[in-house]
């Protein structure tokens, strides 16, 4: 199973402190993180997989049996430093998408980029990322790059696991834009994935054919922290990383030019504190109910 | 949670002049907070509301809270795919299929949105989308011939049903799409346990004073009779005695239990300032010169390895 983790890297919210007065955002200590939903995918990729990179082989080549976990993320040096991170964890490829066109990406840009990732790598079966990001409205990448790529999308994931999907017809369209012949023709039992999701009723298990797109839930798994041999290797190999830009892609003007434009930030009003809810036991009980049933 | 297959539509031919009218989503009452908000923006533009709800049963109430047609569909997506809106509004639960849509008719779509206002030149749609949980927002404007947001139901206040608003109820025929996900039940499922340390009652704190697995044994059994939560020091944590979540000190969790019961803990400042909070403290440890005795309101100087099977006979 060759897996395509995208992954995100943020401005570290325990650094930075809200002035509503002032209206501004004070970044006291500029420190990049990897979105945290994004660590947990790459874990779920990483366990996905019989054997991830264990140790130091800078350019993961000639482990796990054939299967592979592609890093893929979008920007500069942050980027690339969360790129090297996935690597240590025992990501076999890590690619960055430096281009200065992708300044104002939004979440219609980020998922043609991604196609364009999957398609110039080839044989991507399935792209994991995380449920939610911190920073922007990327959340809706998923569901986009699905629509993008035709293939299914599982949202907020807590376990996947391989199966064999029901019977349903290949719809792979990865290749040039035309509909992929699986090798054992039409109404055949393919690889498949079962996906363990959080409904309001309890857990409930989906199933889907592969290629597919699934977004990881925040928390769903404990991410593995790099051996730290491999941490030294990989930042030490410049080829760790390797590095594409927009025009490597294949991707026109239209599909790079953002539908969302960011205009600033707003500061939502103070948490009015000390408020007494009036009235007899009942009365009181059925006010607080009404808040709780509001959070 | 209903993913639908979008690729067997016709694909859409929309420009700015033939989308308009506002459409929102509403599966069910909860929902409906959404058609207000939909009125305010509708009346200010002079635009038509058009409510997609999931069968004719809600119609009516869609009609008293703020929509002029009604367009019943199992599927809100199917039936907007043939559509040529130009305002969407989805509550937040369904952002996956809205996104789907976004990317169908090639939309901006702002998810969470709070300020929805429109720019009358541009039609541009302008909303804020909370950040970093809500700490703050980030404005942004989308001018796509389509313009979809997805609305928190409990953000925004629902309109007094009016009953005396008309309205139509068009029936369509919606494409049934196939959807390439399978529910198949609910089952059984624990998800790794994620148990903040610092909400434990009480709480059994190992280092490396337990020596050897047999010690963390007999630890592990103290635990599970009392019903607490295992911990460890630094000590503990660096010879594999607890993972780096379970770790009690300045640096790892600040703890407060009813009880908290440390065995083969020396006690340096870090893990004693962290468990000042602790109602009362018991301490093991075979070295009687430990400083964790002096924050200990029971301290036993004794192996913590020889201390425990008498201790679990006693618990017995």
């Known amino acids: 199973m060759n897996i395509l983790v995208l992954l995100h890297s943020l401005l570290d919210p325990a650094g930075f402190t809200i002035n509503r007065r002032a209206q501004k955002v004070f970044v006291n200590h500029e420190n990049y ?5 994004d660590k947990n995918a790459l874990e779920a990729a990483l366990q996905l997989i019989p054997s991830p990179v264990a140790s130091s082989s800078a350019t993961g080549e000639g482990q796990g049996g054939g299967s592979t976990v592609t890093a893929v993320a979008l920007g500069d040096s942050h980027a690339a430093d969360a790129l090297r991170q996935a690597r240590s964890m025992g990501a076999h490829r890590a690619i960055l ?6 300044k104002q990406a939004d979440a219609f ?10 398609q110039h790598l080839g044989d991507i079966d399935l792209v994991l990322l ?3 990001v911190l920073d922007a409205d990327l959340a809706q990448v998923g569901p986009r790059l699905a629509t993008a790529l035709d293939w299914p999308f599982i949202a ?6 391989p199966s064999r999907a029901p019977r349903e017809r290949y719809r792979g369209k990865i290749a040039s834009g035309k509909i992929a012949e699986h090798p054992n023709g039409g109404n055949h039992r393919g690889p498949g994935v079962a996906v363990i999701v959080k409904q309001p009723d309890g857990f409930h298990q989906l199933t889907a054919d592969l290629p597919a797109v699934i977004s990881v839930a925040v928390h769903s798994n404990k991410p593995r922290y790099p051996h730290g041999r491999a941490i030294v290797d990989i930042y030490r190999a410049p080829e760790a990383v390797e590095i594409l830009a927009a025009a490597d892609l294949r991707l026109t003007a239209a599909d790079l030019t953002p539908l969302v434009t960011r205009r600033g930030e707003s500061f939502p009003p103070e948490r009015e504190l000390g408020k007494r809810l009036e009235g007899g036991l009942d009365e009181v009980a059925n006010q607080l109910a009404n808040v709780i049933r509001m959070k | 949670m209903d993913i639908a297959d979008l690729s067997a539509l016709p694909g859409p031919d929309l420009t700015a002049e033939n989308c308009a009218d506002l459409w929102v989503v509403v599966p069910d009452l909860n929902a409906a907070s959404l058609l207000g908000e939909a009125r305010r923006l509708a009346d200010s533009l002079g635009c038509y509301v058009h409510a997609i709800v999931p069968d004719e049963s809600l119609s009516e109430q869609a009609i008293a809270r703020g929509a002029d047609r009604v367009h019943p569909a199992p599927e809100a997506v199917a039936c907007l795919a043939t559509q040529q809106p130009e305002f969407v509004f989805f509550p937040l639960a369904h952002f996956a299929e809205a996104a789907r849509l976004a990317q169908h008719f090639r939309a901006g779509l702002i998810t969470d949105a709070r300020n929805l206002s429109v720019d009358d030149s541009t039609r541009a749609l302008l909303g804020s989308h909370p950040v970093y949980g809500g700490d703050y927002w980030v404005d942004v404007s989308t001018a796509s011939p389509v313009k979809i947001a997805t609305l928190d139901p ?3 206040p629902a309109l007094y049903p009016d009953p005396a608003r008309a309205g139509e109820v068009l029936p369509s025929a919606v494409p049934v799409l196939e959807s390439r996900v399978h529910d198949t039940g609910l089952v059984v499922y624990q998800p790794q346990p994620w148990r903040p340390l610092t909400k434990a009652k009480i709480i059994v704190a190992v280092g490396n004073g337990i020596k050897d697995a047999e010690g963390f044994a007999l630890a592990e059994q103290l635990a599970q009779k009392l019903g607490a939560e295992m ?5 503990g944590v660096d010879f594999g005695w607890g993972a780096e979540d379970r770790l009690v000190a300045v640096t790892g969790a600040e703890v407060a239990p009813e009880l908290y019961i440390a065995l083969g803990i020396r006690g340096d400042t870090y893990h004693n300032a962290a468990i000042v909070g602790a109602k009362q403290i018991i301490a093991v440890h075979a070295n009687p010169e430990a400083s964790i005795f002096t924050i200990a309101d029971y301290g036993v100087v004794a192996s913590p390895k020889e201390f425990l099977p008498k201790l679990l006979a006693a618990l017995d």
Not at chain 1, 97 to 102: A, G, K, R, V, Y
Not at chain 1, 109 to 118: C, I, K, P
Not at chain 1, 156 to 161: E, L, N, R, S, V
């Open chain 1, 33 to 37: 993180i990897l979105n945290p939903s």
């Open chain 1, 97 to 102: 998408i430096q281009d200065p066109t992708l």
């Open chain 1, 109 to 118: 840009v980020v998922t043609n980029v991604l196609r364009g990732v999957a």
């Open chain 1, 130 to 132: 995380g449920a939610e």
């Open chain 2, 154 to 156: 409990r953000v925004y």
């Open chain 1, 156 to 161: 907020d994931a807590h376990a996947i696991a």
């Open chain 2, 231 to 235: 911990a460890a020091d630094r000590s």
